[in-house]
Nanobody, 123 residues
Framework: QVQVVESGGGLVQAGGSLSLSCTVSGAASDAYAMAWFRHAPGKERERIALINRTGSLIDYADSVKGRFTISRDNAKNTMYLQMNSLNADDTAMYYC????????????????WGQGTQVTVSS
């Protein structure tokens, strides 16, 4: 049974950077496509980055394109999200998720959600 756990959240000043990690267990390292989501109060849950099982296919939401970088290291069973040029609009709970296929309907096939890690950006 696949499980994912996020880490790396915290408080950062506007303009700063933060790196999040998501560790996968209970499955082969390359068995799942993965994604980062975020959910802020008063806003819809947003998929901000998606990566296939090998890292050859990547997609970003327009809100983070050019500032955030998703990557994965299957040898370490870990997915990463490097966040640069952070602003107050990036404040949210960040979640990682695993699914068997890289697909627009990622949410319909999610097999594991992390508990979330809070990112707070001070203005």
């Amino acid at each position: 049974q696949v499980q994912v756990v996020e880490s790396g959240g915290g408080l950062v000043q506007a303009g700063g950077s933060l790196s999040l990690s998501c560790t996968v267990s209970g499955a082969a390292s390359d068995a799942y496509a993965m994604a980062w989501f975020r959910h802020a109060p008063g806003k819809e849950r947003e998929r901000i980055a998606l990566i296939n099982r090998t890292g050859s296919l990547i997609d970003y939401a327009d809100s983070v394109k050019g500032r955030f970088t998703i990557s994965r290291d299957n040898a370490k069973n870990t997915m990463y999200l490097q966040m640069n040029s952070l602003n107050a609009d990036d404040t949210a709970m960040y979640y990682c998720a695993a699914a068997p296929f890289y697909h627009e309907l990622f949410l319909n096939q999610v097999k594991a959600w992390g508990q979330g890690t809070q990112v707070t950006v001070s203005s």
